[in-house]
């Protein structure tokens, strides 16, 4: 098992420095010049070159890269042009913010929406399946941003009970801190609820299909039974894959909840840093937010042989 | 009895305004550090300058006046000034000012290590030079200028320097790394929190160089009311009416589109006001098109200013087209003058400019408080009406940034940041293009002008430039100037004495109800 995370993740290698060479040359390919960002429509030509070479931008790409992936190599992400803070602690104090509200999301959809699903397809063209179906498509056709407002406008504003704009750490105050997070992690399981609920539902009527489902049911199984022990167990791996995949792009890409929600989260860390050209920070993002991405898969993989025996690490 | 008396006296406290309260305040970014002038854009500037005062600052009108020096006297030979210090000022640790303070602060900022801003601004590589700093006694300093310089003062009082702060050495730890600011404004520094919020909390020894309650720019009536303002940073417009509606935010600047909605609800008010800032459609003079003279004659004449105004300012704004702003004591007669809505006169020019519907692309950016597209857009139309093929190409600001600092452009919907003193407001955008590719304006004689502007101190001289300077600006058309920037700031009804100036939330002079 352990060799196989290990090969697993060392297979990530070559699309980790894919990520780092591309990101490097596309993010500078962009017009646009961290430099003159910071001084703005009042700065001369000499005092952009002066901050240029400061930041260490008037140095070839070649050079460019060669210092900062150096640096990589030791583990050192370098520096964020635009707050001088070190990059990889700003990442992951920052990630840490994000992590919770997906986890948490990604966790209690799951939670229900699976559930949901396998009733969907065994209860298929009732008015449960299609009172279900219709939620999972309207959830899931809702922009999050416009989900979260509503949902801003309803508990912050019109109930009053909860706290519309800020941000409390969970570990400065563990109740205001929760109270804080509710808004978000409800707008991102919503909207997960509606993506796995269909996956759930279709992994499901295609196994209900299967021969081996109607002899179980030849066999005077009962209908419990036959979903949970026998249906949901092999239709269980597509909607964990989806699981894995959901989770890998919303650890490193819920901007807009952020934004909406004022949480200062990874997302929005990459967006800022975007608009201000901060080379470094965007690169050091884009990096961890593909290592997640990697990271995630693999354990989802290592996970597959506890749903389905057939499948083993090795 | 006793307790009815008591009620009876409290009754009018909890009545009016009630000092030392707290507020939030929404900012839509985080400041860059907290060390004045060095990293820095508007909103750390608006944050540094409630801690920390320089010897001169802008009045309401922008012309430079004593802060920290009670009088500022200049030799006969233009070269030498020599600041008085106010007796009694504090810095936020307690000890008081005196020289030997500004002389530190100011061989800090003279120091490369230090990265300020305005080093260049100071050590004559754009052209002003200042030659020695010295500390006769422990309340005056004399600082000799290598030659005349009229922007001077107004140098030293620029915000984006801030202010050429005074700070004690406490900022700085020993080892060289700069700490919190330790000033002698009317607020000290309390807490950040990067990405979140910064805070900062009254300074109870506090030396206002007024006190009649009057807010006056920088100078005036500086009295810290409020026991802690915390700056919360909010990005997203909606959620800052949400804020705002609840409660949870006491102040904000706010979207213009915002304003109406937000005049109706009962617990907000709204108070808006000019900035010296200016929205601009810059015309690219060397393109091949945009190069012809009387086309871009043709271009001014064919805008409603008026109605572009209206449209992109949602009401909130007036019109200006001239590089002055009109709260400058240099706006007078002539600078109201300015470009004249003709569509009879923009066809005759377009005829005569030899026009073939060549394509005019007017870039624009979409950042949501400033109203680059929705004037551009206007325009675009106005432009097509009088038979001109514009179109628009919407950029990120970065992008924008970058192609205005490389001249590449035919046309673009874009905003100068405030400058107050005319000789500054002319140079923003006129120069060699040969040598500044940013530069709009490329007329040696406007330069020869400006550069008198810049080194001459009487007044009638100087407005006498600026009068010429804004007519030949309004004959050549190389940018024409549309509108000042508004303010658009809601508060609770429970704030009073908050005025909007320069897109600066100044918390001096502020108090709340309980």
């Avoid at chain 2, 179109?391 to 970058?402: F, G, H, K, P, S």
Wanted: glycine content about 8%; proline content about 5%; charged content about 20%.
């Amino acid at each position: 098992m352990l060799r196989f995370a290990l090969t697993r993740v060392a297979m990530a290698l070559p699309t980790l420095l894919i990520v780092a060479v591309s990101v490097f040359v596309l993010i500078r390919l962009i017009p646009g010049d961290p430099a003159s960002l910071m001084l703005g429509d009042l700065a001369t030509p000499a005092s952009i070159a002066d901050l240029r070479a400061r930041l260490g931008l008037d140095q070839s790409l070649f050079v460019q890269f060669g210092i900062w992936f150096g640096n990589l190599l030791k583990g050192d992400l370098g520096i964020s042009i635009n707050t001088q803070e070190p990059i990889l602690p700003l990442i992951l104090s920052r990630f840490w913010i994000s992590a919770q509200i997906v986890l948490i999301a990604v966790f209690c959809a799951s939670l229900v929406a699976v559930p949901a699903g396998v009733i969907a397809a065994w209860k298929q063209d009732s008015g449960l399946d299609l009172g279900l179906v219709t939620v999972a498509t309207l959830l899931l056709s809702i922009p999050t941003f416009w989900l979260g407002l509503l949902l801003l406008l309803f508990f912050g504003l019109k109930l009053g009970w909860l706290p519309v704009v800020g941000y409390v750490s969970i570990g400065d105050d563990p109740w205001r801190g929760v109270l804080y997070l509710v808004m978000p992690i409800l707008t991102l399981f919503l909207h997960e609820i509606g993506v796995l609920l269909r996956m759930a539902r279709a992994s499901t009527l295609e196994v209900l299909r299967l021969d081996y489902v109607t002899h179980a049911r030849a066999k005077g199984l009962s209908e419990m039974a036959v979903l949970w022990r026998h249906a949901f167990k092999n239709a269980f791996g597509p909607t964990w894959t989806l699981i894995g995949l959901v989770l890998g792009n919303l650890l490193g890409g819920i901007a807009v909840v952020e934004t909406v929600f004022t949480i200062p989260g990874l997302g929005r860390l990459l967006v800022d840093a975007i608009f201000a050209r901060d080379y470094p920070v965007i690169q050091g993002c884009m990096l961890f937010v593909a290592f997640t991405y990697v990271l995630v898969n693999v354990v989802i993989d290592l996970c597959y042989p506890i749903f389905d025996p057939r499948v083993t690490a090795e | 009895m006793n307790r009815l008396l008591a009620s009876a006296c409290l009754l009018p406290l909890l009545a009016g305004p009630v000092l030392a309260q707290s507020l939030t305040v929404a900012v839509q970014a985080d400041v860059r550090s907290i060390n004045p002038g060095v990293n820095r854009d508007d909103g750390t500037d608006d944050f540094a300058l409630q801690m920390v005062e320089g010897l001169v600052g802008y009045d309401e009108g922008g012309t430079p006046q004593p802060l920290l020096a009670e009088k500022v006297a200049l030799s006969a030979d233009g070269k030498t000034y020599t600041f008085t210090l106010r007796k009694g000022v504090k810095f936020h640790n307690g000890a008081e000012l005196s020289s030997a303070d500004v002389l530190w602060s100011w061989n800090r900022y003279m120091d490369a290590k230090t990265e300020w801003r305005c080093t260049s601004d100071f050590d004559g590589r754009s052209g002003l030079k200042v030659e020695s700093v010295e500390a006769p006694d422990a309340q005056t300093i004399v600082m000799k200028l290598d030659k005349p310089n009229a922007l001077f003062l107004d140098s030293l009082a620029r915000t984006d320097c801030a202010m050429t702060a005074i700070l004690h050495k406490d900022s700085v730890k020993p080892d060289g790394t700069f700490d919190k600011p330790i000033g002698t404004g009317p607020y000290k520094f309390g807490e950040w929190k990067r990405s979140e919020y910064f805070t900062m909390t009254a300074f109870e020894g506090y030396a206002s160089p007024k006190t009649d309650g009057k807010a006056d720019g920088y100078v005036g009536s500086k009295r810290p009311l409020l026991k802690e303002v915390k700056f919360l940073v909010v990005k997203d417009p909606a959620t800052v009416k949400a804020g705002l509606t609840s409660g949870a935010l006491d102040l904000s600047e706010i979207l213009p589109s915002d304003v109406a909605e937000i005049r109706k609800l009962p617990t907000l008010e709204v108070v808006t006001a000019a900035t010296a800032v200016r929205q601009v459609l810059l015309i690219q003079t060397r393109d091949a098109v945009m190069g012809n003279q009387k086309l871009r004659q043709a271009i001014a004449a064919a805008l409603d200013m008026d109605e572009v105004v209206a449209a992109a300012s949602d009401n909130l704004g007036q019109t200006n087209t001239s590089p002055i702003h009109p709260g400058s004591s240099y706006f007078g007669a002539v600078e109201k003058q300015g470009h004249k809505f003709d569509p009879a006169r923009a066809k005759k020019l377009l005829a005569e400019a030899g026009y073939k519907g060549e394509k005019v692309v007017i870039l624009a950016n979409k950042r949501p408080r400033v109203p680059s597209f929705p004037a551009a857009v206007v325009v675009q139309s106005m432009l097509q009406a009088a038979g001109i093929n514009a179109d628009i190409e919407v950029l990120d600001w970065a992008t924008q940034l970058d192609r205005y600092n490389k001249g590449n452009y035919q046309m673009q919907s874009f905003s100068f940041s405030a400058r107050f003193d005319p000789a500054l407001a002319f140079e923003q955008f006129a120069g060699p293009k040969d040598k500044q590719p940013r530069k709009v304006w490329d007329n040696p004689q406007a330069q020869e002008k400006i550069e008198r502007l810049m080194s001459l101190s009487d007044r009638a001289e100087r407005q006498k430039l600026v009068d010429e300077l804004h007519k030949a600006v309004i004959d050549e058309v190389p940018l024409i100037f549309m509108f000042n920037g508004v303010d658009a700031i809601a508060h609770s009804k429970r704030i009073t004495g908050f005025k909007p100036w320069q897109s600066k939330l100044r918390m001096w002079e502020v108090t709340a109800a309980k």
